[in-house]
């Protein structure tokens, strides 16, 4: 079982930028694949990042790429995602997610089986 903590989200300005973080609970955090997904009101969940359990591999929805980065640090059970040149249509509520252990990374929310409570990200132009 896993349990999973976002924060770091806020209100900005388009062009500003923020960090979220997502802690995770237990000692297996390095077994599991990572993922970043959003979902604004009336809009379905969407896959934003996803990172392989070791880091080594990451992937990106087009709409972000070159403006977010996803990362993970395993001695802290913790993975980020920087954001940067935020746009209003960023706005919407992040969540995080992890697969089972060695699953391999997806962009698929059914492929995730642990979710945090979601951290709100409002983008104003």
């Known amino acids: 079982q896993v349990q999973l903590v976002e924060s770091g989200g806020g209100s900005v300005q388009a062009g500003g930028s923020l960090r979220l973080s997502c802690a995770a609970s237990?000692?297996?955090?390095?077994?599991?694949?990572m993922g970043w997904f959003r979902q604004a009101p009336g809009k379905e969940r969407e896959f934003v990042a996803g990172?392989?359990?070791?880091?080594?591999?990451?992937y990106y929805v087009d709409s972000v790429k070159g403006r977010f980065t996803i990362s993970r640090d395993n001695a802290k059970s913790t993975v980020y995602l920087q954001m940067n040149s935020l746009k209003p249509e960023d706005t919407a509520a992040y969540y995080c997610?992890?697969?089972?252990?060695?699953?391999?990374?997806?962009?698929?929310?059914?492929?995730?089986?642990?979710w945090g409570q979601g951290t709100q990200v409002t983008v104003s132009s």
């Open positions: 997610a992890a697969t089972a252990p060695y699953k391999s990374g997806s962009s698929r929310a059914g492929d995730y089986n642990y």
């Open positions: 237990g000692r297996t955090f390095s077994s599991y694949a």
């Open positions: 990172i392989s359990f070791n880091g080594g591999r990451t």
